[in-house]
């Protein structure tokens, strides 16, 4: 690992002064991916400035009926409020989903944004990888890409975001509060997250020297009617093969109101539009679920050993719908 300057930051504007002196810096958040990747040779900052010692803002609901997560609030803290339990369950349990206890207790809401693809050859540095050598190109193409993106993708990358909590968050529609020199300004969560195009290294919208302060949920009140679906090798401690976040409202049987966001799939939380145009005003079944995860999946692309994701994503739509309009009574 390089050596590397370390500060701590009590408040956001003493965090971005100190990433100012380096320009190189990163903000230290759980660590959880951040301190791996530094360890890999693959992250080479000069300088940490620590976060974690920001006062949180906490878990606080807003005027609107909406609810405020502060960056800095824990994973564990967000999966077991009482308020994200009951209004948005299926952020909670895409929480509990992801990594450890252990792992969950460290990492922040802020880094967990942030946190970067687990795609082998992005951690293999005798790999080609656009992602962490822009240029060099993307020996996934061609290689063992199971875990791999089937939309969205490029032919500078196909890897795929990690986490589970921003699938959660992507269905629900959040607002990602960020604070630079520039002022404070919002990003639509579907807006956070980019796409690969031709340059993968760009993960998000948010500047270098911008620092993520807040995550606002909108108050949707369907969403106490939410899942979350993940699809996996094993049951504990693994990523995504598929994972859908679904919030519904059915009355008299017609879906009145649909989120639907799916992950490990693209190279960031994958918005269901094409699903939610369908599912939208129709009578709640299993052919309509179908015609839905036919929508959303016309446009998918397999590399080879991610194939199967095509249809495992459609069957993973159908199941949790089927769930869910069955616990409300529809069928």
Known sequence: ??????????????????????????FLGGGTNLVDLMREDIEQPDALVDVTGLSPAGIVELPDGGISIGAAVRNSAVANDRLIRERYPVLSQAILYGASGQIRNMATVGGNLMQRTRCYYFYDDAAKCNKRAPGSGCDALGGFNRMHAILGTSESCIATHPSDMCVALAALEA??????????????????????????????????????????????????????????????????????????????????????????????????YQAEKVLTGSKAGIETFQRAAEAELAGARGYGYNNFKIELAKRTIVSVLSEMTEAEGAL
Do not use: C
Request: hydrophobic share 40%.
């Open 175 to 272: 607002t990602v509060r960020v604070t630079g020199p520039g002022g404070e300004r919002s990003i639509p969560f579907g807006a956070f997250h980019r796409l690969p195009e031709d340059a993968p290294h760009f993960e998000t919208d948010l500047k270098p020297d911008e620092l993520i302060t807040s995550i606002e949920l909108p108050p949707l009140g369907f969403a106490k009617h939410s899942r979350y679906r993940k699809v996996r090798d094993r049951a504990s401690y693994a990523f995504a093969l598929v994972s859908v976040a679904a919030a519904l409202e059915i009355m008299d049987g017609t879906i009145r109101n649909v989120r639907l966001a799916l992950g490990g799939v693209a190279h960031k939380p994958w918005r269901a």
């Open 1 to 26: 690992m390089k050596n590397f300057a370390y500060s701590q930051a009590r408040s956001a504007d003493a965090a971005l002064s100190l990433w100012s002196l380096n320009p190189n810096s990163k």
